[in-house]
Every structure is written in structure tokens, then in C-alpha cells.
């Protein structure tokens, strides 16, 4: 009777052990059968095969999620500014579902009235607030994608969570023949002729992306070199004495905030000696429904633009409008053009 009774309470303490070491695991409940993932936070997650109902915390996981065809189980609308705003006037469905993101914030307290079983957040997430939505019962994977190679490993993540690997190996794959269309073209550029690209941010023009960001993937990508490639962080700020010695053939204006524009930047009386100012060649980068700048593997759209806006001699044959109305159609359910977009 002893040894029974000391085996039964082994067995219990193992089990309280393993909630202990493993405090990030959400375990589903037993029969339901589930998957499990390790996320980009680096989670071990557990998710129910049953899952119905999304929260999405980032336009990422938002765009994903309709990539794989599951747009149905968003319970709010996550998508950034005007692209929700577009999908809104195309979906009534879409119109009708609580707006989650504001600016870039987001309402917790809202989302977990809805009551997601699973609620996608970007890796930056605060780990306090995966905590609270855990102790609110609903499941928390997060995805990231700061590289190309991290935002397929997000579609692939989500696709297994969400039965869909297929749809997911399908996306991946059209993303990957733009960047391989772009880099046959760009093999034909000698490394001395790529131009020399500053990425300005949203906030203001003497913000910058620096090498440790999705942007500096994208000038690469492109045939091109980020002068602020040696810098660390999320849009390091930068003096016009700086941007004077790096002498950038070409400035990009992130497409986040519209705090300034091309003539602001055309007319200030500190990057007069700039090369991309005196020959005029600073542009705002697309788009106006849906940034192509931003993790997503729509960021594959902004790489094409960029080679085409670099180099137009190498791809006069590319028409970046159809080939973005070919990726959304497949990918969002609407054309770039019907959504209002515009480059």
C-alpha cells in the first residue's frame, strides 16, 4: 500500500514538474488532438487542431492568415490604415469585425473579450502581456520576420498550426520566383556599379534603417547597398552630417507615417551636396494599401520595385502594377488596382 501510494505521488510531483519547466507550454485539452511548435520567441507551444477563431496582433500574421485562405477565422480587423480600410470597402463581412489595431497599439482588453483560441503576435510582443492573454486561456504563438528566411518560417509555422502547409509551400514558392526573377537580372550588374541607398523611416527623414532590419534585406535584395548598414537597431537616428558623408545615390521614404515627403527632403538646406537630392532621385515607397516595407512576405513586392526603381534598364519588361494585382488577387482575394493601390 506504501509503494502504491508513493508511486501515485511521483507521478503527480513529475507532472507539477513539467509545468514548472515548461511554464510557456498551453497544453489542449485531452482528445482533441493538437500541434505542437516551437515559435519565434522561441515557445514551445501547443495548439488544438480545433482552432476557429484568430486574433491577429500585427498586419503580419493578418496578411498570413489570408494568404493561406483562414480569413474567415480573423475576429477583428488587423490590418494597418488604409489596407484595412480598402478590405473594408471590398468585405462586408470584414467591415463588420472590430477594428483590433490602433495606430500601433493594440486593445488587449477587447481581444480577449472576443475570445480567440489562438492570438498571433510579432516577436517584439511584450512577454508580460503574452503572459496576461495566457492566463485568459488563449493560446499565443509569435512570428517574426525581420529576414525573408524569418517570414517564411512564419507562413510555414502558421500553415502547420492552421492545417494549411500546403497553401503555405504555395506562397513561399511565388515569393521566392520574384526574388529569383530580381536576382537574375541583378547577376548582371557589376558590384561597383549598385548604387548606394539610404532608407529613411516614418518619423522623420533623419530616421534610418539600419542592417539589423527588414528594409536593409530588401536594398539587398534589390542590387543595392544600405549606407547605414553598419548601424544597430530599429531606425537609428542619424545627424544631416551624416547623411552628407554617406552621400546616398538614392533616398527611399519609409511608407509608414507620411510625417514628410520628397520636397521636404528635396528642399532642405542640409543635404544640398547629396547626390540622391541634386539628381532628384528620392522616392516614397509603395504602398498606399498595404506597406511593401514591412514583415510580410508581401515585402517581396517592395524587392521587385526596388530593383525596377534602381535599375529600370533591367526590367523595362516588368509592370510592377500586374504583377502586385496577380500577388493580391492570389493572396489577398482582390487586385492591387481594385484595393486603390497606386505606386
Not at 211 to 217: F, T
Not at 260 to 278: C, D, H, P, R, T
Not at 320 to 336: P, S
Request: charged share 20%.
Amino acid at each position: 500500500m506504501k509503494l502504491r501510494t508513493f508511486l501515485i505521488l511521483s507521478v503527480i510531483a513529475a507532472c507539477l514538474a513539467l509545468l514548472f519547466v515548461f511554464p510557456g507550454i498551453i497544453y489542449p485539452e485531452k482528445g482533441r488532438g493538437a500541434v505542437e511548435v516551437t515559435d519565434q520567441m522561441g515557445r514551445h507551444v501547443v495548439v488544438p487542431k480545433t482552432v476557429t477563431r484568430i486574433a491577429a496582433f500585427h498586419h503580419m500574421g493578418s496578411k498570413i492568415v489570408y494568404a493561406l485562405g483562414a480569413k474567415d477565422m480573423l475576429v477583428g480587423q488587423a490590418f494597418f490604415r488604409n489596407e484595412g480600410e480598402a478590405i473594408a470597402r471590398m468585405d462586408p463581412a470584414f467591415a463588420g469585425k472590430p477594428q483590433l489595431l490602433q495606430g500601433h497599439t493594440v486593445n488587449n482588453e477587447a481581444i480577449i473579450a472576443l475570445k480567440p483560441d489562438l492570438a498571433i503576435v510579432y516577436a517584439s510582443f511584450d512577454a508580460s502581456e503574452v503572459k496576461r492573454l495566457e492566463n485568459a486561456g488563449i493560446i499565443v504563438v509569435a512570428i517574426k520576420g525581420e529576414t525573408f528566411r524569418e517570414s517564411f518560417e512564419s507562413v510555414r509555422l502558421l500553415g502547420r498550426i492552421l492545417g494549411r502547409e500546403k497553401e503555405a509551400e504555395d506562397y513561399i514558392a511565388a515569393s521566392e520566383r520574384l526574388l529569383n526573377l530580381t536576382k537574375m537580372r541583378l547577376d548582371r550588374i557589376p558590384a561597383e556599379k549598385k548604387l548606394k541607398v539610404m532608407f529613411s523611416g516614418p518619423r522623420n527623414m533623419y530616421t534610418v534603417a539600419t542592417g539589423e532590419m527588414l528594409q536593409s534585406r530588401v536594398l539587398e535584395a534589390a542590387g543595392a547597398y544600405n549606407v547605414a548598414q553598419g548601424l544597430k537597431g530599429f531606425w537609428a537616428a542619424v545627424s544631416p552630417e551624416q547623411i552628407v558623408a554617406w552621400n546616398p545615390d538614392v533616398i527611399f521614404l519609409g511608407s509608414g507615417l507620411d510625417s514628410y515627403g520628397v520636397m521636404e527632403m528635396l528642399s532642405n538646406a542640409q543635404l544640398q551636396g547629396v547626390k540622391a537630392v541634386q539628381n532628384k532621385r528620392i522616392y516614397v515607397f509603395p504602398s498606399n494599401v498595404g506597406w511593401w516595407d514591412y514583415p510580410a512576405p508581401h515585402c517581396i513586392l517592395g524587392t521587385v520595385w526596388t530593383a525596377k526603381t534602381l535599375y529600370p534598364e533591367q526590367f523595362a519588361d516588368i509592370d510592377i502594377k500586374n504583377t502586385a494585382d496577380e500577388f493580391y488577387k492570389k493572396y489577398m482575394g482582390y487586385t492591387f488596382t481594385s484595393m486603390g493601390g497606386k505606386l
